[in-house]
């Protein structure tokens, strides 16, 4: 499996140049969302009301941290990163010697990425991304796609939909062309992520909005 995970990992990623690994970079990032946050928050509004829209917020806010605190678990960070002591994180693209087929430590390997003083690496990983330690599983796969289920099955339009959908796999993206993230981590974050976010749907028409 990792051998698999490796491949497709190095042939995802790739230097794009100064200009895509900005908007990557700006991609992966929060304030470029925020228009379409406060678009998802309007048609909740239009469709249901201020009420149910109070009741969409506080389920939006439970799946996606939920998602981020679970995601963190394996990674051993966050509000629960010492539930699972036993278990082995697996360390980000960016910081395994082997893609590199070096025989130096991951911390080694850091101060080789941070100072641009890798010629010709196999991995590409902008400076500016070059943070964290684990990347299993993605924290980012896991909110992203409980924001895009939850918001989808609530507002249930196909144009909302297919623009949740893509920005969902433009972010997802945006983690592996940046090394955060082999496929594998993004898979097991997008399967928590859909998981909790139809949690939220079945919540909120099952016992808060039995009729619009």
């Not at 002591?85 to 941070?114: A, C, G, H, Y």
């Not at 144009?159 to 959908?165: P, R, S």
């Not at 859909?194 to 099952?206: H, K």
């Amino acid at each position: 499996m990792y051998t698999f995970d490796h491949d497709l990992f190095l042939a995802l990623n790739f230097d794009g140049g100064d200009l895509l690994d900005k908007a990557m970079l700006t991609i992966s990032g929060t304030p470029m969302w925020i228009p379409l946050y406060l678009l998802i928050l309007w048609l909740v509004l239009r469709s249901y009301g201020w009420m149910r829209l109070g009741i969409f917020i506080l389920l939006l806010i439970a799946a996606m941290g939920l998602a981020d605190i679970v995601a963190g678990i394996f990674k051993h960070s966050g509000l629960l990163g010492d539930l699972l002591p036993q278990f082995e994180p697996r360390l980000r693209p960016m910081f395994e010697p082997m893609l590199e087929e070096l025989t130096i430590s991951p911390d080694s390997l850091r101060v080789l990425r941070k100072g641009a003083l890798l010629a010709d690496p196999s991995v590409h990983a902008p400076i500016e991304a070059v943070s964290g330690r684990y990347g299993t599983v993605s924290a980012h796969a896991s909110t992203v796609w409980a924001l895009c289920i939850l918001s989808s099955t609530v507002i249930h339009r196909r144009w909302f939909t297919i623009l949740m959908v893509a920005c969902t796999l433009l972010i997802c993206y945006s983690r592996i062309y940046l090394a955060k993230h082999y496929p594998m981590d993004i898979f097991w974050g997008s399967l928590l992520g859909i998981g909790l976010g139809l949690i939220g749907f079945v919540l909120f028409f099952r016992y808060f909005c039995r009729t619009k």
